[in-house]
């Protein structure tokens, strides 16, 4: 039997992306760099959170820090 019921890996892993895209939205307020940024919301590489994030809101993580 499917440990996780019928949601599988792959949504488990969106959901923690999601998370920690929303994690980095309030980061982008304070004074961190933005691979600082990415660092400390589990990215391994800032393209990858870049892309991510483009991906999610439309724009670059340095344009919304610009936008808020």
Request: charged share 25%; glycine share 6%; net charge positive.
């Amino acid at each position: 039997r499917d440990v996780l019921g019928s949601r599988g890996l792959g949504d488990v892993y969106k959901r923690q992306n999601e998370l920690r895209l929303v994690h980095s939205t309030e980061l982008l307020s304070k004074d961190y760099s933005i691979v600082s940024i990415s660092k400390m919301c589990g990215f391994s590489r800032p393209s990858y959170f870049n892309t991510q994030f483009k991906k999610r809101y439309h724009m670059t993580p340095l344009e919304y820090r610009h936008s808020s």
